[in-house]
């Protein structure tokens, strides 16, 4: 038995988008509550009904959540390991496998990040003597004082041997932030929406070489929710059922702290850690990547779209910077349009939650990049430490 | 050429926070030698140090010291400073480097004596020890010449 088909998102609410640190006093808590109503209003079911809570590197449990909304009865609660956006995925598919297994029947899916002025995701390691927020540690010992302080850092010396084994060029990361742009300009909300030429991209400043500004994501606080159900109650729902065909999470097993320890093996470090997420999934969708009309990309970083796209097997590996060059992910026109949303590059950084709210867009044909008759659509989330995880949703 | 000030990096962002599982690999740094960790068991090198062996799962690790030269693996070239402290040091590099005697091991270092223009994967280095503090003792590495 396989989630294959089982169950539906039903429906889909976002906060307001801010800039980092400006959403004002509002708590994070709300800032999940927001998110969580608009999409039990979008579902056209109550809130009292959510008996189901699965999230990710979020410190907003079920114990917080239901009470502030007064949920009767809580009947699973879950969380993905990870502090980042690598376990967006993997809490969509809890969900689907929670109310599979009988767990519950209403289990929305909700992330929100805000983030402190001494807390920022961009400096992770920044601190004096490094550490997540707890002072220096020992397994930052090894990085921290040789500068390795931070998510771009560590995903630019990836992008840098992906450069040096398969002649990647700067145009090449520069198209992707490019292209997300044009999307984002057709997305009201999406906070970056002045034009961007690769001229402006070369004229950006560094931030680790290999990486540039904007090959670099915005740092914002907001929240997203998803309500998943059994596909018998979806149909019974005003919106047009998402189906969640497949979903799955995880990573090859030396991928672990890859992005801080840096030791992954050299057959898989020139990747996105999604190979082995990537192969699970088609197998359980029982689809190929020339099924895939549309996909939302975590795109934290420029480079890992790339990564992602050989591991997904868009186009060959080493292959993918000509790839996206030629137009391929370029929306209307391109062989697979990606982040038609505008992606974290310039719509917004909430952790992955909006890649998968745009697919369910594309699927009931309200996206403002609509891809004509799209019917099958990929969602990824990380590269980052194990597990990240990707879902592949179909109308 | 252009060589950078010591340290590389400032003083403060070097205070070691060590346990019983890395305070060998810190005092083997401070006696100049670069330990990695080997499985007594089987022979496979980790790093950083860990409790188990992550190939046999063997609990008896020992650390074997190395000459200390290498490749350069990957690098980036840092330009905005993550912390303001860094702000004076910029642009600096991070580099992994591949230990020739402890294969399958990167170390996370700076190549401290070569311009950003000039270090490239696979150039040969070696460690170039240094001491922000007194008795904390880094390996950071410098270029190396290699006479075929």
């Known amino acids: ?395 | 050429m252009a060589t950078k000030a010591s340290p590389y990096l400032p003083a403060d962002i070097a205070h070691l926070n060590p346990d019983e599982i890395t305070q060998g690999y810190w005092d083997s740094c401070s006696r100049r030698e670069l330990a990695i960790q080997r499985c007594t068991a089987c022979g496979h090198f980790q790093h950083p140090p860990k409790q188990i062996c992550g190939s046999c799962r063997a609990f008896d690790l020992a650390l074997a010291p190395t000459s200390g030269r290498g490749k350069v693996f990957t690098f980036i070239v840092v330009h905005h400073p993550v912390h303001p402290a860094l702000g004076p040091h910029l642009p600096y590099n991070v580099a992994l480097v591949e230990l020739e005697d402890a294969p399958g091991v990167r170390i996370v270092t700076n190549v401290v004596d070569t311009p950003p223009e000039e270090i490239q994967i696979g150039m040969p280095v070696e460690v170039a020890w240094e001491e922000p503090h007194p008795g904390t003792v880094l390996p950071r590495f410098r270029r190396r010449e290699v006479n075929e």
């Open chain 1, 1 to 395: 038995m396989s989630i294959k088909d089982r169950t539906c998102i039903a429906g889909v609410g976002l906060t307001d988008y801010y800039k980092r640190g400006q959403s004002g006093d509002k708590s994070a808590l709300l800032l999940c509550c927001e998110a969580i109503i608009a999409a039990c209003e979008d579902a056209g079911i109550d809130v009292e009904e959510i008996d189901g809570f699965s999230s990710y590197a979020d410190s907003n449990s079920a114990a917080l959540v239901a009470p502030a909304l007064n949920i009767p009865e809580v009947r699973y609660s879950n969380s993905v390991w990870g502090g980042g956006g690598g376990g967006a995925c993997a809490a969509v598919a809890n969900a689907s496998a929670a109310i599979t297994a009988g767990f519950a029947n209403v289990v929305v899916v909700y992330h929100a990040i805000k983030q402190s002025p001494t807390s920022r995701f961009g400096q992770a390691f920044a601190r004096t003597g490094g550490g997540y927020g707890a002072g220096g540690t020992p397994g930052a010992d090894f990085i921290a004082p040789f500068g390795l302080m931070s998510p771009p850092q560590m995903f630019a010396l990836i992008v840098q041997r992906h450069m040096y084994e398969y002649g990647t060029q700067p145009e090449h990361l520069g198209s992707v932030g490019v292209t997300f742009r044009e999307h984002a300009r057709r997305n009201p909300k999406a906070l970056m929406r002045e034009p961007l030429t690769l001229d402006d991209y070369f004229a950006s400043r560094i931030i680790a070489a290999p990486l540039r500004l904007f090959d670099c994501c915005q740092e914002n606080d907001g929240a997203g929710a998803l309500i998943v159900v059994s596909a018998e109650r979806a149909r019974d729902l005003e919106p047009r059922p998402v189906y969640i065909m497949a979903g799955a999470q995880g990573g090859h097993g030396r991928w672990g702290e890859a992005i801080t320890d840096q030791q992954m093996p050299d057959e898989i470090y020139t990747t996105a850690g999604h190979a082995e997420v990537a192969r699970n999934l088609f197998q359980m969708a029982g689809v190929g990547p020339e099924d895939i009309d549309v996909a939302e990309l975590y795109d934290h970083f420029s480079g890992m779209v790339l990564l992602q796209l050989e591991d997904y097997g868009f186009c060959e590996r080493g292959e993918s910077g000509p790839f996206v060059a030629e137009g391929n992910i370029r929306w209307p026109d391109g062989r697979l349009p990606v982040n038609t949303h505008g992606g974290n590059l310039s719509e917004v950084y909430l952790h992955g939650t909006t890649h998968m709210v745009e697919a369910v867009r594309q699927l009931r044909g309200t996206s403002t990049a609509q891809v004509k008759d799209a019917e099958i659509a990929l969602v990824t989330a990380g590269p980052s430490p194990i597990p990240t995880s990707s879902l592949i949703l179909r109308r």
